[in-house]
């Protein structure tokens, strides 16, 4: 039901090698019908005001591109991703770790976790005897990356291979660390900076993703 590690086998191999990058064979209309919830969740949100979601959503959305980029990078020149998703898994895959279905659930991904704070974002739990405690934030951050991580781990065990982990020592503990809780900590974090700061935060992380796009597409790299 889970898998922990990648197995380094032919098969998970000859799976990423069969993948096929931003093809249309196996599009369908799901891919509009997500893209207009995410427009609904987006505009509601930006209708009410509550811009710190918002800021939320696209701060997670931003670290997520550049994950992603980067892990198309390492398949480039090492051979093989971090991750893959296969093509039997989606209607369409933008880049060899990322499928629409995937990329638009974590443009949700920050909402969801800020949404999940508590309405006093400053509170800190395990303050007891006069300790400083821990952050909401980062406590929220941990607990969202876990089952992020858990749920990566069961679509990496799903017999149409959803996830693909070449590498033995890529798994679910190097997910955890290093992929889902920096995209939780910017979810968490970002809307409270202060706004000068946010703003450069978001305008640099957006035109870092857009430069290599715009440049990496075009060469084939990714």
């Given at each position: 039901?889970?898998?922990?590690?990648?197995?380094?086998?032919?098969?998970?191999?000859?799976l990423?090698?069969?993948?096929?990058?931003?093809?249309t064979?196996?599009?369908?209309?799901?891919?509009?019908?997500?893209?207009?919830?995410?427009?609904?969740?987006?505009w509601?949100?930006?209708?009410?005001?509550?811009?710190?979601?918002?800021?939320?959503?696209?701060?997670?959305?931003?670290?997520?591109?550049?994950?992603?980029i980067?892990?198309?990078?390492i398949?480039?020149?090492?051979?093989y991703?971090?991750?893959?998703?296969?093509?039997?898994?989606?209607?369409?895959?933008?880049?060899?770790?990322?499928?629409?279905?995937l990329?638009?659930?974590f443009?949700?991904?920050?909402?969801?976790?800020?949404?999940?704070?508590?309405?006093?974002?400053?509170?800190?739990?395990?303050?007891?005897?006069?300790k400083?405690?821990?952050?909401?934030k980062?406590?929220?951050?941990?607990?969202?990356?876990?089952?992020?991580?858990?749920?990566?781990?069961?679509?990496?065990?799903?017999?149409?291979?959803?996830?693909?982990?070449?590498?033995?020592?890529w798994?679910?503990?190097?997910?955890?660390?290093?992929?889902?809780?920096?995209?939780?900590?910017?979810?968490?974090?970002v809307?409270?900076m202060?706004?000068?700061?946010?703003?450069?935060?978001?305008?640099?992380?957006?035109?870092?993703?857009?430069i290599?796009?715009?440049?990496?597409?075009p060469?084939?790299?990714?």
């Amino acid at each position: 039901m889970f898998k922990f590690w990648g197995d380094g086998s032919d098969l998970s191999k000859s799976l990423v090698d069969a993948i096929k990058v931003r093809d249309t064979s196996n599009f369908n209309w799901t891919f509009i019908f997500i893209l207009a919830v995410i427009f609904y969740v987006y505009w509601s949100e930006i209708r009410k005001k509550n811009y710190e979601v918002v800021y939320a959503g696209l701060a997670l959305y931003g670290v997520h591109w550049l994950y992603e980029i980067c892990n198309a990078v390492i398949g480039h020149f090492a051979g093989y991703p971090l991750w893959s998703v296969s093509n039997e898994s989606t209607t369409f895959i933008l880049l060899i770790g990322v499928c629409w279905e995937l990329s638009m659930m974590f443009m949700l991904a920050g909402i969801i976790s800020f949404k999940m704070l508590p309405d006093d974002r400053n509170k800190r739990y395990f303050t007891k005897g006069g300790k400083k405690g821990i952050s909401c934030k980062l406590v929220g951050a941990i607990e969202m990356a876990l089952l992020f991580a858990l749920v990566e781990s069961f679509l990496a065990a799903t017999s149409n291979h959803s996830f693909i982990w070449v590498y033995k020592w890529w798994g679910v503990l190097p997910v955890f660390i290093t992929t889902y809780v920096p995209f939780f900590l910017a979810s968490n974090y970002v809307p409270d900076m202060e706004p000068r700061k946010r703003k450069r935060f978001l305008i640099c992380l957006w035109s870092l993703v857009a430069i290599l796009l715009v440049v990496l597409i075009p060469l084939g790299i990714i």
